[in-house]
């Protein structure tokens, strides 16, 4: 089992950080190898050819091993989710299955580059909300999205856990509807892969778009995507020199080349070799692989769940007792209690946690400890006297 690992980290001891889903802080290994690396960069003279490659492949294989992909070709570094999912938008056929379907309130960037499959190919949008709340919302959003996927269901977005509230999802029943129909499935693991188990062979997604600042502890700027045989033979959303084959061969970069290199690696960004990043997500990589993504929600789960019947006890909902993930859970205020005073108590507390119309998102991960949850619950119990 793993044990509070908050001496890693550098957060300040006068505030308890319970937001990792708004942004992941960074481990004190990983800031001192973008410390080494900016230090690098001050002499261009200390870059050769391989340092443009290497990093790369070192990292798509991290990567592709912590998701279970089973081939690093399969992996690609993008800059953002909307740009990673555009990439996935831009190579799906539209022509005869018509329908888009998004689980609803995704975050915008797995929305708008689906509105522009919408104007560009003549795709409809179907959004998925939920059918109802409390303890069934989560079981019963889950049937309807398997209810929704007919004969004209090209593509299902969604996430693994709403970004939102922290409902989680039957992906592995959502794929096999799929299958029934033929149609595609785009994840975007932002705010579960790296607490929350993903294993790509089991899950069978067409593809996988993570970014690197949440859960998984890196840089704002990076990520990384996985991208499976449907789209080998597609058009990336912009070209760089580095994709196309024999890249590698300085020397003949102007015998332009039509071939891109194989599988996932034409939809990788521009300057993907980014020596400052990779190497700083490499690390967080290497940490999260040894501690464990099941290891970290086992942590998470211990850490709250008794905390969650204790804020039930006090008249807040929770998703207690229903499919939940730990890392993510969204809170409902009792009725009559005001969010805008909550939010001040919690802010004069320095408690950082997520504030969404009449819920907060409470997202820990391992360097938080009792003490933190111990914090957040005083405040709970002095609003809800
Ligand atoms: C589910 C989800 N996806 C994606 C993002 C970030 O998207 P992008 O990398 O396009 O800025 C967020 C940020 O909060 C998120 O919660």
Known sequence: ??????????????????????????????????????????????????????PVQKIKATFSEFVNTGDAERIAIIPSVSYGISNAAKNIDFSQKKEILLVGEQFPSNYY????????????IKPITPTSSGKTRAADWNQSILDHINENTAVLSMAHVHWADGTLYDLLAIREKLDTVGAKLVIDGTQSVGALPFDVQAIRPDALIVAAYKWLLGPYGIGLAYYGPAFDNGQPIEENWINRKNSQQFENLVNYQPAYEPKAARYSVGEQSNFIYIAMLQASLEQLSAWGPQRIQNYCKGLVVDYLKEFESLGFQTGLGTEMAYHLCGIQLPDGLEMSKLSEMLQQENIYVSVRGNSIRLAPNVYNDQHDMDHLLSVFKRIAQ
């Open 113 to 124: 580059p689906w509105e522009t499959a919408v104007k560009n190919q003549g795709a409809v």
């Open 1 to 54: 089992m793993l044990t509070c690992q908050k001496e890693l980290f550098n957060l300040s001891e006068e505030v308890t950080y319970l937001n990792c889903a708004y942004m992941g802080p960074l481990l004190r290994s990983v800031e001192a190898v973008g410390h080494e690396e900016v230090k690098r960069r001050l002499r261009p003279f200390n870059y050769g050819r391989k340092d443009f490659f290497e």
